[in-house]
Structures are given as structure tokens and as C-alpha cells.
């Protein structure tokens, strides 16, 4: 069956910019959740969504939202941005329970 | 969540067997203990999990001592692909509620 699908898988934004990442779990995976990953930080929870309700909520800024349809294809969307939000945006997709997560290639976002 | 600590980096050579431990004192009676492999601009891939004793999959082995309070991941025969950086996840919600990634440990396997 059809993986976890991130698009786009690059982007270059200029600060003050916003953004929106796009994610398609595998079929039938009610669970997706959002990391951003940085040489220096690491991989990060930004955010977990289950049946289009937020879950769980990381330690970020308000800038960074997200959401989940229907169909459990999920967003996110950084606002204003800066240039520490240059990262690599990983999505994972699970049943919701306490199986293994499955994730996309990522989406590259560059910040100039 | 419980905290894990694990060694930022190993080496290894093709065709040994490659032990990494994690820590996690305060692992909790519902917390199960998961491992992930990751390669460069790639998102992780799960390698195996267990809950105590030993689980064993096609490509590695989970040993987990009765107190819980570690485990280790045995890659038996590495090769050149296996070099990657590996995280210990320890949690009940690895499903993916608030999943916490730690360092995790870069193993370099040489020829």
C-alpha cells in the first residue's frame, strides 16, 4: 500500500513569509503527527492529530498550526516566518494506538 | 515520558553484531520501549519493539531485562547500510501521541 506522502518535498521562503506543508497518511491511518528536525535540535513533536482533533501539542510557538480533514490528510502552517524555522518537516501517520508510526520523506523548508 | 539516555555515536565494522543500550530508569508499568532507525534526509523507520524479555524481528533483536530499567538493540552482521542514527523511544503512547525523540546514537559501520 501507498506510503506516507509529504509535498512539497522543498521550499525556499523568504522571512516574514508563511508556509503550508501538506501530508497524506497511509489508508486508513486515523493518526498523524508532525516532527521538524535541525542539525542542532534534533527531532522535534510539534504536533499529533487524531479524527481531525489536535491531541497533543509540543513546545512550540503559536506560529505553527496545524489540522487534520475528514479524509485524515493533515496540514501544518508556520506563519511570519524566521530563519530558524529552516528544518527538515517530517509527518508520520499511525493506527492511533500504540503502533509503530510510519513516515514520509519530508518536506525541506528553507528560510531566507 | 520517561527520559532515555543512549551513546551519541558507534563504530563498527561489516559483519559484527552491534549492541545499542538505552537507559530508562523511569520507565513506567504501561511504557513500551521502541526503536527507530534513521538515515540522512529520510524520515525514521521503526525497527522493533518490545515490552520485556526478548522480541526478535527479521532484522534485529530487543532484550529487555526484568526491571525494564534498559534495553538493548542487537543488529546482528551489519553492513555498510546499516550505518544510520538509532532512537530509543520509551513511552505507552508510541503510537504517536507525543512521541519524544532523544539524541538517539549515530552508528558508523566501516568496511
Known amino acids: 500500500k501507498a506510503g506516507v506522502t509529504q509535498t512539497p518535498r522543498y521550499l525556499i521562503k523568504t522571512r516574514g513569509q508563511q508556509v503550508t506543508l501538506s501530508c497524506s497518511p497511509i489508508s486508513g491511518h486515523r493518526s498523524v503527527s508532525w516532527y521538524q528536525q535541525t542539525p542542532g535540535q534534533g527531532l522535534q513533536f510539534l504536533f499529533e492529530?487524531?479524527?481531525?482533533?489536535?491531541?497533543n501539542k509540543g513546545n512550540f510557538p503559536g506560529r505553527f498550526s496545524g489540522r487534520q480533514f475528514s479524509n485524515s490528510r493533515s496540514e501544518m502552517n508556520v506563519s511570519t516566518l524566521e530563519l530558524g524555522d529552516s528544518a527538515l518537516y517530517l509527518c508520520?501517520?499511525?493506527?492511533?494506538?500504540?503502533?509503530?508510526?510510519?513516515f514520509g520523506e519530508g518536506s525541506r523548508l528553507t528560510v531566507l | 515520558l520517561a527520559k532515555t539516555t543512549q551513546p551519541i555515536s558507534m563504530d563498527s565494522y561489516e559483519g559484527q553484531e552491534v549492541n545499542i543500550t538505552c537507559s530508562h530508569n523511569?520507565?513506567?508499568?504501561?511504557?513500551?520501549i521502541t526503536w527507530y532507525q534513521q538515515f540522512p534526509s529520510q524520515g525514521p523507520r521503526f525497527i522493533i519493539q518490545g515490552y520485556k524479555t526478548k522480541v526478535t524481528n527479521e532484522v534485529a533483536s530487543l532484550f529487555i531485562p526484568a526491571d525494564r530499567k534498559s534495553s538493548t538493540l542487537s543488529l546482528p552482521r551489519v553492513s555498510l547500510s546499516d550505518t544510520a542514527v538509532y532512537y530509543c523511544l520509551v513511552g505507552d503512547d508510541t503510537g504517536g501521541f507525543k512521541t519524544i525523540f532523544g539524541a538517539g546514537t549515530r552508528l558508523f559501520v566501516k568496511a
Open positions: 523511569n520507565i513506567a508499568t504501561n511504557d513500551y
Open positions: 508520520a501517520s499511525s493506527l492511533g494506538d500504540r503502533g509503530e508510526l510510519f
Open positions: 492529530y487524531f479524527s481531525e482533533t489536535q491531541r
